[in-house]
């Protein structure tokens, strides 16, 4: 079975820090993703990777940055967290942009 | 602009009784379709996907979708519904040109017993 993990179920952090959250997936897929969910609003794609060191943004990129040194972790990055960052946030994986995505338990993320 | 439209926020069925989720997607190509189920407390699993082909596709757990392309709708049926399948459903459209998955707002069901 796909397995995608993130590194926190639960976290909490306050405005201004530097916040990462870790994703790793263990079926050598090339691309992995990062998505917000917000009540009404579903699933916001903020970034994407299809290989190593290479990214593209979402629909909202803005607040967050991304990092893909390996294969099988995805990182995202809020270089300083602000109270309308909280959400739950979502890394998936998979063997390419239109085929199954596989997606981890989820990070929700509470900014103070 | 790609989206897709779940049209119910939520919807109370009874155990044992049919369900159906209602989904409109607006794509101006060949689309891509899935349907994704969340759990609580768990992240996203495919429940089933429309590529080409039969327009009645099956899914896991008794799921089944129907791809109507005159009405752009991709609507998730169950004939009998359990409680475990108390969850959100997103309803999703796969954008070649964009590379990209676009989900919709979901569909939140309840089972009262």
């Known amino acids: 079975d796909v397995k995608v993990t993130q590194s926190s179920r639960y976290l909490v952090k306050r405005t201004g820090e530097k916040v990462f959250l870790e994703c790793v997936q263990d079926?050598?897929?090339?691309?992995m993703f990062w998505y917000r969910q917000d009540p009404g609003l579903g699933l916001r794609l903020i970034y994407f990777?299809?290989?190593?060191?290479?990214?593209e943004k979402g629909d909202i990129p803005e607040g967050y940055s991304v990092s893909r040194e390996k294969k099988e972790r995805f990182s995202l990055i809020l270089e300083s967290a602000s109270t309308n960052q909280t959400s739950m946030y979502l890394c998936?994986?998979?063997?390419?942009?239109?085929?199954?995505?596989?997606f981890g338990p989820g990070t929700r993320l509470l900014v103070l | 602009a790609q989206s897709v439209t779940q049209p119910d926020i939520h919807i109370t069925v009874s155990e044992g009784a049919s369900l159906e989720l209602r989904c409109n997607y607006s794509?101006?190509?060949?689309?891509?379709l899935f349907w994704y189920v969340q759990s609580p407390g768990q992240g996203l699993q495919l429940l089933l996907k429309?590529?080409?082909?039969?327009?009645l596709v099956q899914g896991i757990k008794g799921f089944e979708a129907e791809f109507k392309r005159s009405q752009s709708s991709f609507n998730l049926r169950k004939p009998s519904v359990h409680w475990s399948d108390a969850a959100e459903y997103f309803c999703?459209?796969?954008?070649?040109?964009?590379?990209?998955?676009?989900f919709g707002a979901g569909t939140r069901l309840f089972v009262k017993a």
């Open positions: 998936a994986s998979g063997t390419g942009v239109l085929e199954t995505q596989y």
């Open positions: 079926m050598d897929h090339e691309n």
């Open positions: 990777s299809y290989d190593v060191k290479m990214k």
């Open positions: 794509y101006g190509a060949t689309p891509y």
């Open positions: 429309y590529f080409s082909g039969d327009t």
């Open positions: 999703a459209v796969g954008v070649t040109g964009g590379f990209k998955t676009i």
